[in-house]
């Protein structure tokens, strides 16, 4: 059987049922959250760029897969409507991917990212299985729903699994 592959963008996400995978790539400072159900074979990921609505430039329509805050919540409804009860998490990316010469919070945005979705995780009562964050790096993810592996692939770094 051949495996579909669905690839989620900067700012974006969606859901995948196995034996299809699901993959991102572009993650700097970014964060990509895997939320799955193990019984239920299904993952959903959010290739999240910032830790907190406020900080939308327009407010009335804001994209929800962009920001922690929003993300998250949307996507946990999205995979219960599909079934999906008992969900865990896996994080990967939110490198620093710039040196800066001031310790000015609002250029830590990785940190920020990591932090933000922990919270969020944490709000929402999904339990945070595993992670690989931080560094300075890039990272491309793949998650398999079937296995509930995630395999992250890091610059100048042998390919991980978590």
Known sequence: ???TVVRVGIADMKIVRAPGTIRTSGLGSCVGVILYDSKMKIAGLAHI????SSLAREKKSINTAK????????LQKEMAAMGAKSLKAKISGGAQMFQ?????DQ?????????AVKRELQALGIQLVA???GGNSGRTIEFDP???????????QDPIEI
């Open 1 to 3: 059987m051949i495996k």
């Open 67 to 74: 920001f922690a805050d929003t993300a998250l919540i949307a």
């Open 107 to 115: 250029m830590r945005i990785g940190p920020r990212n990591i932090d």
């Open 131 to 133: 992670e690989d964050t």
């Open 146 to 156: 079937e296995t509930c592996v995630l395999e992250i692939r890091t610059v100048y």
């Open 49 to 52: 760029m910032l830790p907190d």
């Open 100 to 104: 800066f010469t001031s310790q000015n």
